[in-house]
């Protein structure tokens, strides 16, 4: 199959040049918009968490120093750990991708609160550029989970940092409670909620996660600024505290945060599955039920993270049968996908290689989740490389491959113009590859005892770091081929018309790139979300602009 | 979310499609949203209040009889007042007595300020005993292992629902000063029942600090 079907035209008037100048961007309420300018957020900040990731792997590349000290090097893991996860996993898919595509994929004009969405997004920078503040001040040793009693003992100026991470917090409820608020009151007529397409659920899911859970993170932040600034005790064993209560409410939110980086990435391998192999999913229904199972039960899982902190044993027991439990709604999806494609007539195009790379990590991330959850095992790979290896696998593998996928997937929505596929599949194959040759022998380092957090090693370690390195170089090159030719094609690429995937998703419904605020009036979309069933209906799209 | 204007037709450059009946309920839902976000960020309090009420049963049973739980039990008719004249407020919005409405949540803010002058000469008592949180606390009276932690829940606690209820004052003035400006009516007031909702939480919010820290 070829994109030659696709109409080539673009447009004459859409979101992007409807208004001109820094000025309407900056004061823009139009989702789209504000989507495009957290992408380029969360972009910058993902280039400097990578950055900071290459730096780590050259110092690890022998088993003394090589190119930093050793509180240097403490310094960088906490930027890479803190840019990474605050600021570029948590809100990348969510608040790019569910910002410009939610209001798309139900019909509706905008999200419910679009002030409030600019103003989510200003948070997000303000507390962004706090955090970073910090870090030029000399920056911050702590680790990105500012574990008690360190993190208000140690020296460094870890004030900024808290305060940033809290703002950035706030920027998170606010986007979940819009996109809540929207799924619930603005689907256009006939959008019914088992109609909904598969990335609005796994977003809503999400949504409700971080309005849930990041309060609790912004109050054991603030916790933690006051015993560093007022000394209020509360984890501090000294004065009768419990440094184990910062541990519960910290993991309260950040286990659940797994989830928020990893249910977006869920909807757009749903999404993308269907489309690529032409089917319509295998159980709409296991998609969304299995969504919204990970999203309760990630809330009971927080307790795996303390098994060897003196947690009771029928507690670490308990949490240990509660996280499996997620693996079983993991799997379903992994086992529906799967079945969507099998008989599916398979298009093997860039996001779809994403796809592929996704099911993999995921299954393997998730495998060696199920791992750690048994407590016996988790004492053997406890703060070693193994855990590393398994969270990167997840949080990154898994997230960032959704992510490149919706990247590609949609950018000719986004843009209104195509990338050079054949240099799309090549790259994805090399960062697939890149990344599985980064991370694979952290999970051998792992089990033969090689701690986390360490600049220096035991000389043995080393072939395996070396293995590590030379993968993350070939990570760090592929994202360099993607950022040239997605650059090159937001100029000079051939325009991609309405639906060059010739998809059913009925964010394709409008043009591309969309006119500002989408539709003159509700749409009615004549088909369910992914109906790949009868292709010869293809729908009226007079109601797009 | 509709801030400003009175009450209005939908016009040509609305954003979105429905009517204001849609707004509105837009408008709630992502309110009651927001509460139940504000209610975890508690949540991670009480937790914290229950775990060392677990490990220093002796100190919480002895804690309360060093409240003043006059100046506690006050503040918590101040505030319920004042939540029953916001609520009196959005009724009378709702008829279309705009004067009234205005009256009764400035009458709503101005309890908000008398609750936090209260508080504040509370904090002082606290403050002038030594009664300080963590590092310090230098209360003679209560000096059992656990006793500074019981002051510093308490200080976090009601320092926490100190912020809402300035945050709550604030809004209720604006939203005195626009209902008196004649910017809210029958037909539209869907700030006026937010700010509504918003004082009620924080309401509500106390109706459970203060028997924890006053009175149990």
């Not at chain 1, 996993?89 to 790019?96: C, D, G, H, R």
């Not at chain 1, 977003?203 to 054991?220: D, E, H, K, N, R």
């Not at chain 1, 439990?325 to 195009?349: E, Q």
């Not at chain 1, 791992?371 to 016996?376: C, D, I, K, M």
Request: glycine share 10%; with cysteine.
């Amino acid at each position: 199959m070829s994109l030659a079907r696709a109409e080539p035209t673009m447009p004459e008037e859409h979101y992007l040049n409807s208004e001109r100048g820094l000025w309407s961007w900056l004061t823009t309420q139009d989702h789209k918009r504000v989507g495009v300018m957290f992408l380029v957020a969360v972009l910058l900040m993902f280039l400097l968490g990578g950055c900071y990731a290459l730096a780590l792997r050259l110092e690890l590349l022998t088993p003394e120093e090589t190119v930093m000290g050793r509180l240097a090097y403490n310094r960088a893991f906490t930027v890479h750990g803190v840019v990474m996860v605050w600021l570029f996993l948590i809100p990348s898919i969510p608040t790019a991708f569910g910002n410009f595509l939610l209001p798309l994929m139900i019909g509706a004009r905008d999200v419910a609160f679009p002030r409030l969405n600019l103003a989510s997004f200003y948070l997000y920078v303000l507390g962004a550029a706090l955090t970073l503040w910090a870090m030029l001040q000399g920056g911050v040793d702590t680790g990105w989970t500012f574990y008690t009693p360190y993190s208000t003992a140690t020296g460094t100026d870890v004030m900024p940092v808290l305060l940033g991470v809290f703002v950035v917090g706030f920027s998170t409820i606010i986007t979940g409670l819009n996109f809540i608020t929207t799924v619930h009151t603005m689907r256009a007529p006939g959008v019914g909620w088992m109609r909904l397409p598969l990335f609005v659920w796994a977003i809503y899911g999400t949504s409700i996660i971080q309005v849930l859970a990041t309060p609790v993170l912004g109050m054991v932040l603030v916790l933690v600024a006051l015993e560093r600034v007022a000394g209020v005790g509360l984890f501090d064993p000294a004065r009768g505290g419990d440094p184990l209560l910062y541990q519960h409410l910290f993991w309260f939110y950040s286990h659940p945060a797994v989830y928020i980086m990893i249910l977006p990435g869920m909807g757009v391998i749903s999404e993308a599955v269907s489309v690529f192999s032409r089917k319509n999913p295998f159980s709409y229904r296991v998609l969304v039920w299995s969504t919204v199972g990970i999203a309760f039960v990630g809330f009971l899982t927080w307790g795996h993270h303390m098994f060897v902190s003196g947690q009771s044993t029928f507690g670490a027991g308990a949490f240990s049968v509660l996280s499996m439990l997620v693996a079983i709604f993991t799997a379903l999806k992994i086992f529906t996908w799967l079945s969507t494609m099998y008989r599916g007539s398979i298009w093997v195009c860039t996001p779809f290689v994403y796809v592929l790379g996704f099911i993999f990590l995921l299954f393997f991330g998730g495998m060696s989740g199920v791992a750690v959850a048994v407590t016996s095992a988790d004492l053997h790979w406890h703060d070693t490389y193994f855990v590393v290896a398994h969270f990167h696998f997840i949080m990154v593998g898994a997230s960032l491959m959704a992510f490149l996928g919706a990247l590609h997937y949609w950018f000719p929505k986004m843009f209104g113009r195509r990338y050079p596929e054949g240099l799309g599949v090549g790259t994805a194959v090399l960062i697939i590859f890149g990344f599985i040759a980064t991370f694979l022998p952290q999970f051998l380092l792992g089990n033969q005892g090689m701690p986390r957090r360490y600049a220096d090693y035991p000389e043995h370690f080393q072939p395996l770091h070396v293995a590590s390195t030379a993968g993350a170089s070939l990570l760090g090159f592929g994202f360099l081929i993607v950022a040239i030719y997605l650059g090159w094609a937001l100029l000079h690429g051939a325009a991609a018309g309405r639906n060059p995937w010739e998809s059913r998703g009925f964010e394709w419904y409008s043009a591309s790139p969309p006119p500002e605020s989408n539709f003159h009036e509700p749409p009615a979309f004549p088909h369910g979300p992914h109906d790949y069933a009868r292709p010869g209906i293809e729908p009226e799209v007079g109601h797009a602009l | 979310m509709p801030s400003d204007g009175a009450a209005r037709p939908v016009v040509a450059q609305a954003r979105h499609f429905g009517d204001e009946a849609a707004r509105q309920g837009a408008a709630h839902m992502g309110m009651w949203v927001f509460l139940a976000s504000e209610v975890m960020l508690f949540t991670a309090l009480f937790t914290s209040y229950a775990l060392y009420r677990l490990a220093y049963p002796q100190v919480f049973h002895q804690g309360p009889h060093h409240m003043d739980v006059t100046l506690g039990t006050l503040n918590t008719y101040v505030l319920v007042t004042s939540s029953v004249l916001v609520a009196l407020a959005i009724a009378s919005i709702r008829a279309g007595r705009e004067l009234a409405a205005g009256g009764l949540l400035a009458g709503a803010a101005v309890l908000g300020v008398a609750f936090l002058s209260l508080k504040g000469l509370e904090y002082a008592h606290h403050a002038r005993d030594g009664a300080l949180p963590g590092a310090h606390y230098a209360y003679a009276k209560f000096a059992i292992p656990g006793a500074s932690l019981y002051f510093t829940l308490y200080w976090v606690m009601t320092g926490v629902h100190a912020v809402h209820v300035t945050v709550g004052v604030g809004a209720l003035s604006v939203l005195a000063f626009r209902t008196l400006e004649g910017r809210f009516s029958a037909a539209y007031h869907t700030p006026l029942e937010l700010g509504g909702m918003y004082w009620h939480l924080v309401d509500l919010v106390w109706l459970f600090l203060w028997p924890l820290l006053y009175l149990v």
